[in-house]
């Protein structure tokens, strides 16, 4: 029985959803856990730097593909083997990550998909500095423990606010312990709302940001439906349970013996935007009606 090695950044409770989802993309390409196919879980529980240890262990014991989910996840990986094909999901250009030599054809043992969440993140800004046109300052959250997603975040959020001129300040937060710190500093800072980045510590802490962005009247925008759901302002980005599933049918495929090089990385051609007008009338803002035609989801 083919074994796969599941390596993430976050923890089996955060990543349950994803997990299920990329386990129903390897049914769709014909395997099933504990029938035709073994799964090797590694959990980093946000300890970054446990993943090269893990990715090295998954190498010696010869798995027959290591699925990298998360972009910490795929870069060790990716310096643990040049052999053992990796199927990546990641929220960056992987490109300008350095996994791949271009999208249509990837070359050397990497491929997978990209939620591109990172190049959406201007995007964010956007949308927020449209909800709030008065705000001359605003903020962006990323977890600095997650180097490569944090500077690549903060260097697009920054040109979009050099563009909206707007004032960005890029706050720190490696764990939900942190948390209350941010809104201490945005308070501080007299920000007018904040751009929540991506990072598996805002995943496993989505419902205690959400509940603190209303405590502390901060607008925020974030990637993922989950964050309006729970009571956050808005939320803009691609649907990431669905890279999940992709990056099952990858693996299910390369296990069938296809060669990740000739498989062409994959990115969302879908992106939502769901606002929470509950938590507008909350905060005493009125939302303009030209983004609300646009919103994919109004929740009231």
């Known amino acids: 029985m083919p074994v796969v090695g599941y390596l993430n950044a976050t923890s089996p409770d955060g990543g349950r ?12 390409a014909g395997y099933v856990e504990g029938g035709n196919v073994a799964i090797e879980y590694r959990w ?3 300890r970054i730097d446990q993943l090269p240890a893990m990715a090295a262990d998954l190498v010696h014991r010869q798995v027959a593909v290591i699925a990298a989910t998360s972009t910490p996840a795929a870069l060790a990986a990716q310096a643990a083997t040049t052999t053992i094909p990796i199927v990546f999901e990641v929220g960056s250009d992987p490109i300008r990550l350095g996994l791949v030599a271009s999208l249509n054809r990837p070359g050397g043992n990497v491929t997978g998909i990209t939620s591109l969440i990172v190049e959406v993140a201007p995007k964010r800004l956007e949308l927020l500095h449209e909800l709030l046109p008065t705000a001359s300052v605003m903020a962006l959250l990323v977890n600095p423990a997650d180097r490569a997603l944090a500077q690549a975040q903060s260097r697009e959020v920054l040109s979009a606010a050099r563009s909206l001129g707007v004032e960005l300040h890029v706050l720190n937060a490696s764990s939900e312990r942190d948390f209350d710190a941010v809104f201490a500093n945005l308070i501080r800072l007299r920000a007018g709302g904040l751009v929540i980045g991506a990072g598996s510590v805002f995943v496993r802490g989505i419902e205690q940001l959400a509940a603190l962005t209303v405590r502390h009247a901060a607008p925020a925008i974030y990637q993922s439906r989950e964050f309006a759901a729970a009571g956050g302002l808005m939320s803009y980005g691609s649907d990431i349970t669905e890279s999940y599933r992709l990056a099952g049918i990858y693996t299910g495929r390369v296990l069938k013996g296809e060669n990740p090089a ?3 990385v994959q990115q ?3 992106f939502e935007l769901v606002i929470n007008l509950r938590t507008a009338k909350a905060l005493g803002l009125t939302v303009p009606a030209s983004l609300l035609a646009r919103a994919d989801e109004v929740i009231e």
């Open 17 to 28: 959803p994803r997990v299920a989802a990329f386990r129903r993309g390897l049914q769709e």
């Open 268 to 270: 969302p051609t879908k």
């Open 262 to 264: 000739d498989l062409p």
């Open 44 to 46: 980093a529980e946000d």
